[in-house]
């Protein structure tokens, strides 16, 4: 299926919450043969892009996918079963899974059973989102068997393939790209206001007592220096989610603070949140990529400590570590060069060729000889038969890929009735999540 003016490249994305597809969306806009970091060398050839987004408690809402601000040509709402079923029937280039590891494998297991004995297939891209930081072997094993996993640095590739050849598995799929969602103007000097930003996470820190210490410095801060603004940048708000849950959202501990002037809640797309920036902050959060690749400023938290749960420990070396205390008394940290470009920053403007290896290995891929062979997962019921059917089941998917009898699926869109009971049960789980089970646990704590 060779791109061409005539016919112009067809994508698919599978994403299962906001952050992935933004990873999934512009990944593809960046990797397709003929594009150059994302802008299309020739404009009659722009690629057809249809979105689909993984049925769960992380299906972004519009507003969070406006926020993403990528635009598809069609968008919806499906179920495994679904997507393999469409996967049957339509015909596209590529194919780009931006979920997460068990969702990868399965849809791996599931598009091998729907493609059997069809070569002319797209070519299957898959990776991660920010930095690994976690689960190296377990996540990558769970996405072999993609045609292609981007590692966005040196340093991962590195990791990747160890983890694959140490198995046994075949690690050329591994290839080397950066973060798509780099980009913006370097920074260049001081705003007035001289503006803090702290990147919040969903997840990190997970208790009540480090996310309202982290608040209240955030908030002294603002305090101490008046003369700047401090704003506290958000993933989502309540009631939405993204790829983490977050059960004490900020906005629910700032109702019972009394913050300055200069200190503000913001949301919207952390690259237009970065134009602003004088010193950016965080735990562990993908911005602070986003910031050193601009040359922002750029500070990494050790008030907690550094360490492995707080995923803080990736940025050892980079020269970003400080705490409060010494922001507080005006310190600015200097990122160490060599740590910054093994991370696929490419703040020495290397961003323009990233991706270059990925789209050329594509586009040999799309003019192979016979089409493509098998997807061919590492993971099977003879490799491993106690873990991959669990794996297989939570999507509805037999140990052959086949889908299991009474498997949630439709071959027409959902009726209204149907999308408000879908909206109601998404919205008792997120209410479950956010208030009934903190409570449950406190309770078990008396």
Known sequence: MPASTANPPRIAVLADSDTRWKWGALTASRIVPGSGGGVQADPVAAPVLDGFLLRGRATPTPRQLAEVGVHA??????????????MAQES???LVLALVGGGV????????????????????????VGVVYEKLADGLLLRHGADLVLANSRQDAERFRAVYDGVGADSSSVTEVALPFLGGDPYTGE????????AAQPSVPESRKDRTYLLNRLVRHARLHPEREVLLKLRSKPGEHTTHIEELPYQKLVQRLDPPANFRLVYG?????LDRTDLLVTISSTAALESLHRRVPTVVLSDLGVREALGNHHFVGSGCLASWDQLDAGH??????EWVSRQGVAADGAYATAFDAARERIAKLLDRPGGLPPLTPWYTPATAPGYLPGILARHHLGPDGSPLPGAPASDKEPGPVRQIVRRAAR????????????????????
């Open 92 to 94: 596209y280039d590529v």
């Open 73 to 86: 040509d069609s968008l919806r709402e499906v179920t495994a079963v679904e997507f393999l079923r469409a």
């Open 191 to 198: 705003h007035d206001p001289y503006t803090v930003v702290f």
């Open 105 to 128: 494998q399965a849809v791996l297991h599931g598009l091998k059973r729907v493609w059997e004995g069809n070569p002319d297939r797209p070519v299957v891209v898959t990776g991660y």
């Open 269 to 273: 797309n952390m690259g237009e949140v």
């Open 332 to 337: 600015r940290p200097t990122p160490d060069e």
């Open 427 to 446: 919205g008792a789980y997120r209410h479950g999540v956010q208030r009934v089970a903190p409570v449950i646990r406190r309770m078990g704590e008396l």
